[in-house]
């Protein structure tokens, strides 16, 4: 992640101006499932935060991070957001919980390389996002207020993740073949839309916190 090193910063920032926002408007939001994004945001921003500045032997840990920490709290709770918050759906957020945390296991000892495993994890947790994804989207056009989608705030989130988790999947899905020579220039234009994409996606975020209804369930 170190192609475009300026423009990862400005990817933190917005990640912090997405959480900033979010605590503006943290008591309008308490008492619904929406206090919990905010709170995701502020982890994922420091998160990031520390693994951009980070210096020295430190930084060898962040792919074993990510792999097993990082990627797996952003799934997790967005399965928790989707499916049993908006899809109100309990049974398809603790089986798609279930396999993906089995997907997450410690594989490292076994195939030797955690690029594998970052990519495994990033594939398995995309296929099964991307399944309520659609569903999300079924459910927000047969809504009878579509024709007020701006104040709903799992339109902004929905387009976002879009975007950012499926928009990026190949990436993720090819990345050790990117990494090959031939592929440097393909992997280099692939990451500039890995971070356009993730602008994007926390702009959407804090859209939802602005524009959005603060008492939607």
């Known amino acids: 992640m170190d192609y475009y090193p300026n423009l990862h910063s400005i990817l933190v920032a917005l990640q912090g101006i997405a959480a900033l926002i979010g605590l503006y408007y943290f008591k309008k939001l308490r008492k619904t499932h929406w206090e919990m994004f905010v709170i995701y945001l502020i982890v994922i921003f420091l998160q990031e935060l520390f693994w951009t500045f980070s210096k020295g032997s430190i930084r060898t840990f962040a792919p074993s991070y990510y792999a097993y920490i990082g990627i797996p709290i952003q799934f997790l709770f967005f399965y928790w957001l989707y499916a049993y918050n908006s899809l109100k759906n309990r049974k398809l957020y603790f089986v798609f919980t279930i396999i993906y945390l089995v997907c997450c296991i410690p594989l490292e000892p076994i195939f030797g390389k955690i690029q594998f495993i970052n990519s495994f994890n990033f594939t398995v947790g995309t296929l099964l996002l991307a399944f309520l994804v659609i569903i999300e989207f079924r459910k927000q056009i047969r809504d009878d207020k579509i024709l007020e989608f701006n104040q709903n705030k799992m ?36 990451y500039l839309y890995f971070l356009v994409a993730n602008y994007l996606m926390y702009l959407l975020f804090t859209a939802s916190f602005i524009w959005g209804k603060h008492r939607l369930k």
């Open 155 to 190: 339109f902004y989130v929905n387009i976002g993740v879009t975007l950012f988790y499926i928009g990026t999947y190949p990436y993720y899905a090819f990345r050790d073949l990117l990494a090959t020579e031939p592929y440097w220039s393909i992997r280099n234009n692939y």
